[in-house]
């Protein structure tokens, strides 16, 4: 939907935003544009200016041919930086400047293709409204000043906070647009530092599912791949929207549906995916697990599951049986609002047509019940034997470009790279990886307590500042923010953070662009604004959201006086002393930590996840022989990769030398290890309640000698086996008293893969999780549910103290009935002309003409009782007291009694916007309020996970 009409600021000005936008581009670059414009290179802002406030399509205009410019192209392979199915783009370079994107048709992933992000990423590298040079706040107006005086100044007052107040007095925000060698450095930069108070964009959207899927299977990761989708009979789609939030994904199963495919789309809302669909279901917010334990109570009731898979590879179906038989077809119409045939048509067709596939995303987990929500589709998924099949899976596509690599070896806060937890073998494990002393590394910290206790997270940053020291379970509240690549409009509760904002004695930006933090703090000084490169002015891996490890080449040098994230962590480590250490087995040149290097030591640490056979050289021969893979099975079918899946799909076993292809499929039986093959992983021992963790006899991939389940490998098994021996003699030096994880001659993972195993264990998938509040997942009502009859039935959980360094509330809030006061279900999602926070997408004038407003989604029905029209501004109301300031879409998209709203929008609060506020010339075009400024309180029970999918508003005309 596009509101493509003149806009008002509320003052009764009718200029557009885009052609405001433009026209301040225009002036402050013209020398420039001019000499692009000579050079061939862009198209004349002045000209795209003069017409749009009239008609904003024009008929086209032949126009003389510039001069032709001279010197050299080049073509650099490079990867989308929007979401993450990892879309190829080939950039043209001439003289350094790029002047035009080809289409990537040789890529298996987006075979040429593009939505409108990926179409316009040139306009991303050469943005006219990025930072351009570090600033500084001065009594509430932006300062430039060079980058010797912001490291000084922000690293004087760090250390500064750091003797008074602790380590852990800092707040490192990271972001999901890093490549993996920066996520891996900023984890080890801020462990240097002396905290685990890091975090970074999965923790506010996936989360959950890492915890959920991991905790059910052994990794948390997509299970299959977008191509694999070709081999789907059918295709659940449940809060998921890829036709808006990964477009390039839906031609891997537009192709299935050509080929018979059904397709079943379970939404709030009726989606641009959705109108695909043979099977359309409407569900009320927040009932997620209710309606899946009612469609799989139809599978029971009809026998449809697979027995034979369950009785073998899983554990604990049993009690999933006794939850699931209480979702009678009565009590999911209730408490859904689907009706029994509904239910029923949607067992029936996952059922009888195999191997189908679930698709989610955010819908499913940013939910106070999120990790449930995940595992509950991952039981579905394991009753009709889905996993570990071509075709079926537990697919989960990824936000961010970068969102599962920075995960899998970024800064996260529970966690050091590679999920190996940051207990004291953790810490052993990379302390000789980094080649500095353990007892060096607990120095740092406060104390070795909180060397092992999980930090706070981005989605609670602001509770860490604002609540009482007494109820923090650390020394200090926080006193300075680094938000470092992230938008604050990403999370909930804007209010608050605002105030957090004020409060701190330091505030510091590091981004290409300004983001929201640099406008909506309210602050007279104390803020600092860093320029980075983008991805397109540095090099690296980048990991899609089905595994595959991309590499990058840089397109142009950085711009302006921007720096890329490696020289500015290791020009504030130079600062904190810490320089040698960060960097002892990487190169430095210019002050840049080399790229290629800081990958070699991902692949010497990471045995865990298999990051460790994607060397640099493996990866940048994929990215110059894309044209050898198929786009179907994603192996190479010729040439110098023959026998590799594209960009060596973690796990990708051992030592590059090793020469293992990638994992395209994971749980896989039919394959043999070394091909890519895997079984569930042993990850919690051998029995629980007197039952055996491990899988059935015979249930063991292809050519393993070991003809049923097995334990993880460590040193001990490996004797006892006889295959010791077979290790060298530099090798047993180095994995004695070792397991696969820590062993890092990588020589137990080469022998037990020699011997058809997988070094993680051959196991069952936990169907039943004692670990977590819920073993088995159960309805829980939203904490502002409208439903107050049922939250008596389906309470939440009791409030939590010290978790993750907080208190949680959960009763507390539950406890108070909004709903007569704000009667509308309230949720959000995603645009396909904008990504994230929006700020790059929204400053991008491509992209900006196609969506110039903030809006809410009302049914006529709604909008009847306001007198809302399309097209004018309505009030949206919360019960925090915010309101926001939207103009009304009135649709049958939305049921009765809901309304939707896209997350990409800020600039704007609660009506008033606020251009001024931000640099001159580095505002986004598109401004409109952040619909999370008016989001309420809740929290995924296990990850802390921010609720967004389910609240409670009202309008009211403006």
């Given at each position: 939907?596009?509101l493509?009409k ?7 000005t ?9 026209a ?68 043209v ?21 593009h939505c409108?992000?990926?179409a ?10 990025r930072?351009?040079?570090?600033m ?5 107006k ?20 750091r003797q ?9 925000i990271?972001?999901?647009?890093h490549?993996n ?14 905290s ?14 890492v915890?959920?899927v ?8 997509m ?23 990964h ?30 669909a ?22 029971f ?8 898979f369950?009785a073998e590879?899983?554990?604990?179906m049993d009690?999933v049986r ?8 009565e ?6 609002g ?37 595992r509950?589709?991952s ?5 009709l ?5 071509a ?17 899998d ?60 020291n007494e ?5 200090s ?27 701190l004695?330091?505030?510091v930006?590091?981004?290409?662009y ?21 991805q397109f002015?540095?090099?690296g ?6 595994r ?5 080449e ?10 890329t ?20 087995n ?7 930590p ?5 990958l070699?030591e991902?692949?010497?640490?990471c ?23 198929n786009?179907?099975?994603l ?10 899946y594209?960009g ?26 070394i ?7 042993a ?6 309640d007197?039952?055996?963790l ?11 000698e070991?003809?049923?389940?097995y ?5 001990v ?10 290790l060298?003699?530099?090798e ?6 070792k397991n ?11 022998v037990?893969?020699?011997h ?15 670990n ?9 009502e939203?904490?502002m ?5 049922l ?8 409030d939590?103290a ?8 959960y009763?507390s ?12 279900i ?5 645009l396909v ?13 491509w ?6 407003n903030?809006?809410v ?5 709604d909008?009847?009782?306001i ?15 915010a ?22 929008f ?5 009506g ?13 075009i598109?401004?409109?309020e952040a ?28």
């Amino acid at each position: 939907m596009s509101l493509l009409k003149k806009s008002g600021d509320g003052n009764g000005t009718t200029r557009s935003a885009l052609f405001e936008g433009i026209a301040r581009a225009g002036a402050a670059t013209m020398n420039r544009r001019g000499f692009l414009m000579r050079a061939g290179v862009a198209a004349g802002a002045g000209v795209m200016a003069r017409h749009l406030p009239l008609n904003m399509i024009q008929p086209a205009q032949a126009a003389e041919s510039p001069p032709a410019a001279t010197g050299a192209v080049e073509v650099k392979h490079t990867v989308c930086t929007h979401c993450s199915v990892g879309c190829s783009v080939e950039a043209v370079v001439q003289n350094g400047v790029w002047i035009r994107q080809d289409t990537a048709f040789a890529s298996p992933l987006n075979m040429g293709a593009h939505c409108a992000k990926g179409a316009s990423v040139r306009e991303h590298g050469h943005g006219e409204h990025r930072l351009r040079y570090p600033m500084k706040l001065v009594d509430g107006k932006y300062q430039r000043i060079s980058w010797d005086q912001a490291i000084n100044e922000i690293g004087d007052r760090l250390l500064q906070l750091r003797q008074q107040a602790g380590p852990d007095s800092i707040m490192m925000i990271g972001g999901s647009k890093h490549s993996n060698e920066q996520s891996y450095l900023m984890r080890k930069w801020i462990s240097m530092w002396g905290s685990n108070n890091c975090d970074h964009q999965a923790r506010i959207c996936h989360s959950t599912t890492v915890a959920g899927v991991a905790q059910t299977y052994g990794y948390g990761a997509m299970t299959n791949s977008f191509n694999d989708l070709h081999h789907s009979k059918a295709v659940l789609f449940i809060g998921s929207n890829p036709a808006e939030a990964h477009p390039i994904s839906m031609l891997h199963f537009l192709h299935a549906k050509e080929l018979g495919a059904k397709m079943i789309v379970i939404d709030p809302r009726f989606t641009r995916t959705a109108r695909f669909a043979h099977h359309y279901v409407r569900i009320r917010p927040g009932t997620d697990i209710a309606l899946v334990w009612g469609i799989l109570w139809h599978i029971f009731e009809n026998s449809w599951e697979d027995k034979k898979f369950i009785a073998e590879r899983t554990y604990g179906m049993d009690e999933v049986r006794k939850e699931v038989a209480k979702w009678t077809p009565e009590k999911v119409t209730d408490v859904t609002g689907v009706s029994e045939g509904h239910v029923k048509l949607a067992a029936e067709i996952l059922a009888k047509n195999r191997p189908s596939s679930v698709v989610w995303c955010m819908g499913i987990t940013q939910h106070h019940v999120g990790t449930a929500n995940v595992r509950a589709l991952s039981i579905l998924q394991l009753a009709l034997g889905n996993i570990g099949v071509a075709g079926g899976g537990a697919n989960i596509y990824r936000g961010h470009d970068n969102v599962q690599g920075a995960t899998d070896v970024g800064p996260n806060p529970d966690s050091l790279p590679g999920y190996y937890g940051i207990a004291e073998g953790a810490w052993k494990h990379f302390a000789t990886v980094w080649g500095v002393d353990y007892n060096w590394l607990v120095s740092r910290f406060a104390s070795k307590e909180l060397m092992e206790k999980p930090g706070l997270t981005v989605s609670r940053w602001f509770d860490g500042v604002l609540e009482k020291n007494e109820f923090v379970d650390q020394p200090s509240n926080l006193r300075a923010v680094l938000y470092w690549g992230h938008a604050p409009n990403s999370q909930t509760r804007l209010p608050d953070m605002k105030e957090a904002m004020q409060k701190l004695d330091m505030l510091v930006v590091i981004d290409p662009y300004p983001t929201m933090t640099a406008a909506m703090h309210g602050r007279k000084d104390g803020v600092y604004l860093l320029p980075a490169t983008t991805q397109f002015e540095t090099s690296g891996s980048v990991t899609a959201s089905n595994r595959s490890v991309q590499w990058r080449e840089r397109v142009i040098q950085p711009l302006y006086e921007c720096k890329t994230d490696q020289e500015i962590m290791y020009l504030f480590a130079k600062k904190f002393g810490f320089a040698e250490q960060l960097c002892k087995n990487i190169k430095v040149v210019n002050n840049e930590p080399v790229i290629e290097d800081i990958l070699r030591e991902i692949n010497r640490s990471c045995w865990t996840i298999g990051y460790t056979g994607c060397s640099p050289e493996r990866l940048k021969l994929h990215m110059q022989n894309k044209h050898t893979f198929n786009p179907t099975t994603l192996r190479a079918e010729s040439g110098p990769c023959k026998g590799d899946y594209y960009g060596l799909p973690w796990p990708c076993w051992g030592t590059p030398e090793l020469k293992h292809p990638g994992t395209p499929l994971l749980y896989d039986l039919s394959k043999p290890v070394i091909e890519g093959g895997l079984p569930f992983r042993a990850n919690w021992g051998v029995e629980h309640d007197g039952k055996t963790l491990l899988a059935a006899d015979g249930s063991t991939t292809k050519d393993s000698e070991i003809d049923t389940g097995y334990p993880e490998f460590d040193h001990v098994f490996l004797k006892k086996l006889g295959w010791w021996s077979e290790l060298t003699p530099e090798e047993q030096a180095q994995a004695e008293g070792k397991n696969w994880k820590t062993d890092n001659s990588g020589g137990i993972i080469r022998v037990v893969i020699g011997h058809g195993c997988a070094p993680f264990g051959n196991a069952r998938a936990r169907c039943h999780v004692w670990n977590f509040p819920d073993p088995v997942p159960v309805h829980r009502e939203p904490l502002m549910s409208p439903r107050r009859d049922l939250v008596a039935k389906y309470p939440t959980y009791d409030d939590k103290a010290a978790f993750w360094r907080l208190p949680t509330l959960y009763k507390s809030v539950q406890a108070k009935d909004f709903s007569k006061d704000y009667p509308l279900i309230m949720t959000s999602g995603r645009l396909v002309e904008y990504e994230g926070g929006g700020d790059e997408t929204r400053s991008n004038p491509w992209l900006a003409e196609l969506q110039q407003n903030m809006f809410v989604e009302v049914n006529p029905h709604d909008a009847a009782q306001i007198g809302a029209v399309t097209g004018k501004y309505v009030w949206v109301e919360t019960p925090t007291g915010a309101r926001l300031k939207v103009m009304a879409f009135v649709t049958e998209r939305v049921a009765s009694g809901m309304v939707w709203m896209p997350f990409h929008f800020a600039g704007w609060w609660m009506g008033e916007d606020l251009l001024e506020h931000y640099p001159k010339g580095a505002a986004p075009i598109v401004r409109g309020e952040a619909v999370n400024t008016g989001w309420t309180y809740g929290y995924d029970i296990v990850t802390m996970m921010q609720e967004t999918k389910v609240s409670l508003c009202r309008l009211a005309r403006a």
